[in-house]
């Protein structure tokens, strides 16, 4: 006989070539650059408002009830297609950085350039230059440009850990794998304070980080630390919930695990199968497309399994 599974592939959307896109991060930027792409609703505070179903209402998408798969894949498809259409500089970017791949290599390309993030409701630019990868996340670690390099070059460590966690950050974080815009430099240089800085003293800044390997390297050591990042987080990054949910899921599970077996005398087999798990499940990331090893999640998975198991095998030796 023949059987057929019927679940599909789950990694069919972004293997053999196939690429994940993500519409809404690029419709804010294209609606910053060119307000003309869509219509947009006004939220409570006077803000464009990027949820699907209002984007539809008012650019009269007719496909039916918003909110249903089918209509909300419709409406997406036709948001798309106004990306296209209207800004195709965008959409083409967009594509460019589909796979983190393709993302790393642009990076490495171009050194400078500019992004977009959004964050209190609206799109805002960057013009960055590229420093490193950071050697925990492996995110790409840049240097906002229109903070002066020189502000910095002469701070020690503490000055230094301190500078870069006061606003405004001069480090940006580019996630390969989070298809992140990167258009050229000249689109932020059109937008403040880039257009007031002016082309010559953007690349003089980056220059000067060229010039200067030994403060990049400290600012390597600063975001890799790993103290620094479990007890002040990472200058580049915000995550440090991801890291806390790491250790509670094990912690959570060990004592499942533990309690499970209580009355048992498999103390030891059951620790030694959570340390794998915690461990294995962590490294398959090596492996799985568009999905990155962490060294600190390994660390926090050993953490929640650890702490669970101390506590019960005191409980279980003085009982």
Not at 2 to 29: A, E, M, S
Not at 40 to 50: R, V
Not at 152 to 179: C, F, M
Not at 206 to 224: G, H, M, Q, R
Request: charged share 20%; net charge positive; aromatic share 12%.
């Amino acid at each position: 006989m023949l059987f057929k599974n019927l679940l599909p592939d789950w990694y069919q959307t972004n293997t053999n070539g196939n690429k994940i896109h993500d519409i809404l991060p690029h419709i804010r930027v294209a609606k910053l650059l060119n307000r003309n792409v869509v219509a947009t609703k006004l939220n409570a505070k006077g803000n464009d408002s990027f949820k699907l179903a209002d984007i539809a209402e008012i650019n009269n998408f007719n496909h039916g009830i918003a909110h249903t798969s089918i209509v909300d894949c419709l409406n997406t498809i036709e948001l798309a297609k106004r990306i296209k259409d209207v800004t195709p500089d965008i959409w083409q970017a967009s594509l460019t950085t589909a796979h983190k791949r393709d993302t790393e290599a642009l990076i490495n390309k171009e050194k400078v350039f500019s992004t977009y993030e959004y964050f209190y409701s609206r799109a805002r630019c960057f013009v960055n230059k590229y420093l490193f990868n950071h050697p925990v996340y492996n995110w790409a670690i840049c240097w906002d440009l229109k903070q002066h390099p020189k502000d910095y070059l002469e701070l020690d460590y503490s000055g230094l850990v301190n500078a870069l966690q006061k606003a405004p950050k001069p480090i940006r974080t580019v996630k390969q794998n989070k298809n992140p815009l990167i258009l050229s430099k000249d689109y932020g240089l059109k937008t403040e304070p880039y257009s007031e800085l002016g082309l010559n003293e953007i690349m003089g800044r980056a220059k000067l980080l060229d010039e200067n390997p030994k403060f990049v390297n400290s600012i390597i050591f600063v975001t890799s630390n790993l103290v620094n990042l479990i007890l002040i987080g990472d200058a580049s990054t915000s995550s440090s919930s991801d890291k806390f949910s790491h250790f509670i899921s094990y912690f959570v599970l060990s004592i499942f695990a533990y309690l499970s077996f209580y009355n048992t005398h498999k103390f030891r087999k059951i620790f030694i199968y959570l340390m794998l798990l915690s461990i294995i499940l962590e490294v398959v990331h090596l492996i799985i497309p568009n999905r990155y090893y962490e060294n600190l999640d390994l660390l926090m998975n050993v953490c929640g399994v650890v702490a669970v198991s101390i506590f019960f095998y005191y409980n279980k030796k003085h009982e």
